[in-house]
Every structure is written in C-alpha cells, then in structure tokens.
C-alpha cells in the first residue's frame, strides 16, 4: 500500500509540475464535456434550467441587456422628439397659410361684391307690378319701361321719362300663364342719373299701403343678409341705402 500510495504521489506532482500535460489532460476532459452535452438532450435542458433560474444570472442579463438598450432608447426619443418638433413646425405653416388664403379669399369676395353692388347702384326694383299675359311675338309683349314711368307719375308724382331710364325687365324665367305665379316678377330698372334713381328711391314710402313697393337692387350676398336680419324677432325695421 505504501509503495502503491508513493507511485500516485509521483503521478501527480509530475503531471502538476509540467503544464503541457495539465493542458492536454483538460483540453481531453473538456472535449469529452462537450461531446457528451452535445448529444445529450437532457443535460443541455438541465444546464439551460439551472442557468436561467439562477436570479443572479437573471440580473445579471437584465442589467447588461438595459446597460446596451439605454443609448438606443435615448437615440430613439430624440429621433422622435426631432420629428415631432418638426412635424409641429409644419402643422403650424400650414395653419398659418390656410389663414393667409382664407384672408385673402374673403377679402377677393368682398371686393368682387362691391364692385357688383356698385354696378347695381343705378338700379331699382319694382314688386308687385301685375304682369300681362305674354303675347305671341316679341312686339307684342309688355312694355316695362312705360310701366314703371307711369307709375313713377301716377304714385309717385315725379315727371320721369323713358329717356331717364336706361333698361328694364323682369326678372325671372317667364311662364305661359302668369296667373300661377304666387306674386307677380319684379321689374329692374336701371336709370340713366344715380340723382334720378335717388329720387325714386326716396319717394318709396308714398307706395305704403299699396300692394306695390320699391327697393334697392342688392347682391345675392347682401339679399340673404337682409332677408336674415329682416325675419329676427328682436329686429322692427329693416332698410337698405346706397
């Protein structure tokens, strides 16, 4: 026994004092290792459950995982933030000039109303004027330029002539038979002198209480707001003047 325990004695401070054979002897263990592991689904299994329910080694991912994903977050949220500003930054030009257009498509408009209104300015309309049933021929039909000159002497007691009057019609689309008109189509007038246009305008009033009247002629867009403030029922009284 002695001698047998002095030969493993030997054995072992020889394999110890020489490192190639230490490395040779591990490098044949390791191998062996890992061909077992390799064709050993079990083992790998056990390895792999042993590993990751270690907590240690848990955090330890965790920690390195956040340690690498912490500059790519940061990268991320300026990315983000860069293109929310500049996103922001058009929005708001947008904004800016769909205002611009919306300003200068109202003030387009309003100018456009203001020169219709000013070609209309020389122009009155006659309601309630009773029309005639149409002839067959152009000759034949009504003659609204003697009509309202007639009533212009006779309701108004003003000497107007046909020569102070540059047009007249009515407006409307003309129907074979007038009597199925609820109100009879009114007749546009434009004079020659804005003086005699005032003139008749201001004598309107002599027409109250009768089925006729007269008022100025107005844009489509300035018809409906004094037909709208007209029909309010807090609003008495209504007028235009030119």
């Not at 309601?127 to 002839?135: C, T």
Request: proline share 2%.
């Amino acid at each position: 026994m002695a001698a047998a325990a002095k030969l493993k004695k030997q054995i072992e401070d020889l394999i110890v004092s020489d490192s190639s054979v230490v490395k040779a002897i591990a490098n044949a263990v390791s191998s062996l290792i890992v061909e077992t592991i390799r064709n050993d689904t079990e083992i790998i299994n056990t390895i792999a459950s042993n590993i990751t329910s270690n907590d240690e080694f848990s955090k330890a991912v965790m920690n390195k995982f956040m340690e690498k994903a912490k500059p790519m977050k940061q990268e991320i949220y300026e990315s983000l933030s860069f293109d929310n500003n500049d996103l922001s930054l058009k929005v708001k030009g947008l904004e800016e000039s769909y205002n611009q257009l919306k300003l200068s498509n109202e003030t387009l408009h309003l100018g456009i109303d203001n020169l219709e209104q000013y070609g209309r300015r020389n122009c009155l309309l006659f309601h309630g004027v009773k029309e005639q049933e149409g002839a067959a021929t152009r000759s034949q039909a009504e003659n609204t330029d003697v009509i309202v000159v007639g009533i212009m002497k006779e309701k108004l007691g003003l000497e107007i002539s046909e020569a102070d009057l540059d047009r007249s019609h009515r407006l409307g689309r003309k129907v074979p038979n007038v009597q199925s008109r609820p109100r009879p189509r009114p007749i546009i007038v434009k004079f020659l002198s804005h003086n005699i246009r005032s003139q008749v305008y201001r004598n309107k009033r002599k027409l109250k209480g009768l089925a006729l009247g007269i008022s100025e002629s107005l844009t489509k867009k300035r018809a409906e707001l004094y037909s709208t403030v007209s029909r309010h029922p807090n609003v008495s009284s209504v007028w235009t003047n030119d």
